[in-house]
């Protein structure tokens, strides 16, 4: 395993305390919690959906996880955090700390699902945004258990 390897999955498991670190001999195996299974299971969905349309729509998964939207799931403590998360699932085309920061400059106020942003004022791009979430609670909720 790389040294950059391993630093994404410290960090990975330093976010999500439900994470098993697990060793054998003279390995070291991550054991990912039933949530982290989850989440990588509806991030999958949503790309394979194209529910995801610009990187910047996962600003508005990284702010419904900050704001407590998700239960079992907590707050990531930076967009770096977010992303090297994204990164230790194994996700590809990810977005970069400037692309989650611009996304959350142009959300105003409120909290999900009253969310307003600078940018746009059209209706449809707003439930887009908003329906992001949804797919991604909806795709969370429905993913099968896990083989072991």
């Known amino acids: ?7 994404l999955f410290e960090e990975l498991v330093n976010h999500m ?20 299974y989850r989440m990588k299971y509806a991030l999958m969905t949503l790309q394979a959906n194209k529910a995801i349309k610009h990187k910047y729509d996962y600003t508005w998964l990284m702010l419904a996880i900050n704001e407590g939207k998700i239960p079992g799931i907590s707050a990531f403590k930076s967009a770096q955090s ?46 887009r945004r908003h329906d992001v979430v949804r797919q991604f609670i909806s795709a969370l909720n429905k993913a099968p258990k896990r083989e072991t």
């Open 1 to 7: 395993m790389t040294d950059e390897m391993v630093k």
């Open 17 to 36: 305390p439900e994470v098993e670190v697990v060793t054998i001999q003279e390995s070291t195996e991550y054991v990912l919690d039933e949530m982290t």
């Open 82 to 127: 977010f992303i090297d998360y994204l990164k230790g699932l194994g996700l590809k085309s990810l977005p970069g700390k400037t692309t989650l920061h611009k996304g959350n400059c142009i959300k105003e106020g409120g909290k999900f699902p009253d969310w307003r942003f600078s940018d746009t004022k059209d209706p449809s791009e707003i439930k």
